[in-house]
């Protein structure tokens, strides 16, 4: 019955008079959603700075100063750590700190990612960084919601991120990409327009994957690593907007991207690389949305607000210091 009630509702919807009407409920849908989720006014935590394995505060860094390897962040609210409420709970904190104790060295953090960017955004990153000065060893990009909130599109959105990869490639980085995340799990966006989303989001996440694996980077599959988690204990893994991640939620994404961050610096770290945990699932093209593909067109304006990042294990990566 489920097969034959999604089936008629795709042929339904191929007529004008429910078209118009599918049109009109997810454009309300939207504007319900920019009155429930905040727009993002705060100013993230920073901590950039110099990482010992030891330990301790952050040493901040100016010339001079040592380190064994330079790690940068770049990307939208998710890569600066927007919800948090303390340095040492942001991603690239986590990633750099545990980093550190498993390398024995000295990491050096700079973050380029600013909230709300898109893919668009990229390049001006990367751009930033060669005007400050060498490029990194290392880079983590997390991208790809607000593409999907701005009706960017799938296909130029992913060639915009793979030219990032390549340029960061290029100068010598090796890259590790979180994908679009899974808008499913955010409640505060309405059904059926968080099926819309969702199904673009998990579209956009697959191109990525291919783009940035193209470009000789290591994408991570943040929606499927994450987002039962998010489902389970929602209230844990989301920020008070019920839209960006908690200081667990940003745990748990970390935790999913360090261990390819280890694998893409092998060379470097020798003995001391965990395996890849994770083996992406195919993205479902059975949904009704995938077959009545223009309704997703009708998301037409952004929330207004930076991109969420979504789940895992509510198990820090490294534990606070100082």
């Given at each position: 019955?489920?097969?034959?009630?999604?089936?008629?509702?795709?042929?339904?919807?191929?007529?004008?008079?429910?078209?118009?009407?599918?049109?009109?409920?997810?454009?309300?849908?939207?504007?319900?959603?920019?009155?429930?989720?905040?727009?993002?006014?705060?100013?993230?935590?920073?901590?950039?700075?110099?990482?010992?394995?030891?330990?301790?505060?952050?040493?901040?860094?100016?010339?001079?100063?040592?380190?064994?390897?330079?790690?940068?962040?770049?990307?939208?609210?998710?890569?600066?750590?927007?919800?948090?409420?303390?340095?040492?709970?942001?991603?690239?904190?986590?990633?750099?700190?545990?980093?550190?104790?498993?390398?024995?060295?000295?990491?050096?953090?700079?973050?380029?990612?600013?909230?709300?960017?898109?893919?668009?955004?990229?390049?001006?990153?990367?751009?930033?960084?060669?005007?400050?000065?060498?490029?990194?060893?290392?880079?983590?990009?997390?991208?790809?919601?607000?593409?999907?909130?701005?009706?960017?599109?799938?296909?130029?959105?992913?060639?915009?991120?793979?030219?990032?990869?390549?340029?960061?490639?290029?100068?010598?980085?090796?890259?590790?990409?979180?994908?679009?995340?899974?808008?499913?799990?955010?409640?505060?966006?309405?059904?059926?327009?968080?099926?819309?989303?969702?199904?673009?989001?998990?579209?956009?996440?697959?191109?990525?994957?291919?783009?940035?694996?193209s470009a000789g980077g290591v994408p991570v599959p943040l929606a499927d690593l994450l987002a039962p988690d998010f489902r389970k204990m929602p209230e844990l893994l989301f920020s008070s907007d019920m839209f960006h991640p908690s200081a667990a939620g940003y745990a748990l994404a970390a935790k999913q991207l360090f261990p390819a961050l280890c694998n893409a610096l092998s060379e470097w770290l020798g003995d001391a690389v965990p395996e890849l945990p994770w083996q992406s699932r195919t993205v479902d093209n059975s949904t009704?949305?995938?077959?009545?593909?223009?309704?997703?067109?009708?998301?037409?304006?952004?929330?207004?607000?930076?991109?969420?990042?979504?789940?895992?294990?509510?198990?820090?990566?490294?534990?606070?210091?100082?």
């Amino acid at each position: 019955m489920k097969t034959v009630a999604l089936a008629a509702a795709a042929a339904l919807a191929s007529t004008g008079s429910v078209y118009l009407g599918a049109r009109n409920l997810l454009s309300e849908q939207a504007a319900q959603t920019r009155e429930v989720i905040p727009k993002a006014w705060d100013i993230p935590p920073r901590a950039d700075g110099v990482y010992d394995p030891g330990g301790g505060p952050v040493e901040r860094w100016r010339r001079g100063v040592p380190f064994d390897l330079h790690l940068m962040v770049f990307g939208d609210s998710t890569a600066t750590g927007y919800g948090c409420t303390d340095a040492d709970q942001v991603p690239g904190v986590l990633l750099a700190r545990e980093l550190a104790g498993v390398s024995g060295k000295r990491i050096r953090l700079s973050t380029k990612a600013i909230v709300g960017a898109t893919s668009k955004g990229l390049a001006g990153q990367i751009d930033a960084m060669f005007v400050a000065g060498p490029p990194p060893d290392a880079a983590v990009i997390m991208i790809g919601a607000n593409d999907v909130t701005a009706l960017n599109g799938i296909g130029p959105s992913a060639r915009r991120l793979a030219r990032a990869v390549k340029r960061l490639r290029d100068s010598g980085a090796v890259v590790v990409v979180g994908t679009c995340p899974d808008f499913g799990v955010i409640t505060a966006i309405p059904q059926p327009l968080r099926m819309v989303v969702r199904s673009c989001g998990l579209r956009l996440a697959r191109a990525q994957t291919a783009a940035v694996r193209s470009a000789g980077g290591v994408p991570v599959p943040l929606a499927d690593l994450l987002a039962p988690d998010f489902r389970k204990m929602p209230e844990l893994l989301f920020s008070s907007d019920m839209f960006h991640p908690s200081a667990a939620g940003y745990a748990l994404a970390a935790k999913q991207l360090f261990p390819a961050l280890c694998n893409a610096l092998s060379e470097w770290l020798g003995d001391a690389v965990p395996e890849l945990p994770w083996q992406s699932r195919t993205v479902d093209n059975s949904t009704l949305v995938a077959r009545v593909g223009n309704l997703s067109r009708l998301w037409r304006r952004s929330t207004g607000v930076p991109a969420p990042v979504l789940g895992g294990v509510p198990t820090p990566v490294a534990a606070s210091a100082g």
